[in-house]
């Protein structure tokens, strides 16, 4: 099950212009211009890495498509005001100073009636057996990330809340499993998320998320970030997360 699977909002209403926010390495943003070929959509972020598309319905605000990209931290986004019928997020965590302000943002740049969707892993590790915690090398990764990240939590807000005093309503929140290492019976987990296959998908998430926090707040080379997921218990079939 890919992202844009569990995209619902406009499923029953076709939107004509969409915004993907912190589009990352673009598969969100592709799925939706496949799926929504009449649509307009922008795929905008601080960071280059996304894909060449063929059709004439996606445009890039990222750094390897001319400019300087997109910062969503930005205290004002030069987007016109109620400009999209739907606009997207996910994997903010870590990247979001000011709750609060971010999603007045996305309020004011949405059309009336237009809807807003987020997708937020909860980077708590869980485990489905009787594994302690406290002993577990994931527990250890877990205070890391809060440690280095201060100032931009990695730890998910409360969002229904933040989604009304912004000015939101009928606000739906679903919770699914997102496990490690998931096997063929299992539609969604790491791999699914971004079409790869499992064993390399883990590894490269936690890498990711890591390497910026250890190498900039830590003094950690990347190798010695290479090293310390690699000893990660990413293949336990037990352990999850919540997205």
Not at 71 to 80: G, I, K, R, S, V
Request: charge should be negative.
């Amino acid at each position: 099950m890919r992202p844009s699977q569990l995209a619902r909002p406009m499923v029953a209403r076709n939107p004509t212009s969409i915004l993907d926010i912190g589009c990352g390495s673009g598969i969100w943003a592709v799925d939706i211009a496949t799926r929504f070929s009449d649509a307009g959509v922008m795929g905008a972020d601080i960071v280059g890495g996304q894909p060449s598309y063929d059709g004439a319905n996606l445009r890039w605000r990222t750094p390897d498509h001319g400019g300087s990209g997109f910062d969503l931290e930005d205290a004002q986004w030069d987007f016109p005001l109620n400009s999209f019928d739907l606009i997207h997020a996910g994997h903010l965590c870590g990247a979001v100073s000011d709750w609060a302000k971010f999603f007045s943002k996305v309020y004011r740049h949405l059309r009336p009636g237009g809807h807003f969707e987020q997708f937020e892993i909860d980077f708590t590790p869980r485990y489905d057996d009787h594994t302690d915690l406290a002993k577990s090398r994931l527990s250890d990764w877990w205070q890391l990330m809060q440690h280095t990240l201060p100032d931009k939590p990695v730890v998910c807000p409360n969002i229904g809340d933040l989604l009304h005093r912004s000015g939101f309503t009928e606000i739906e929140h679903t919770t699914y499993r997102l496990p490690f290492a998931a096997d063929q019976n299992q539609a969604l987990s790491y791999a699914s998320m971004v079409g790869a296959a499992a064993d390399r998908v883990s590894a490269s998430t936690f890498h990711g998320l890591t390497l910026g926090p250890a190498t900039r707040q830590l003094g950690w080379t990347r190798q010695r970030v290479e090293q310390y997921v690699l000893d990660l218990p990413l293949s336990d079939v037990h352990a999850f997360h919540v997205l």
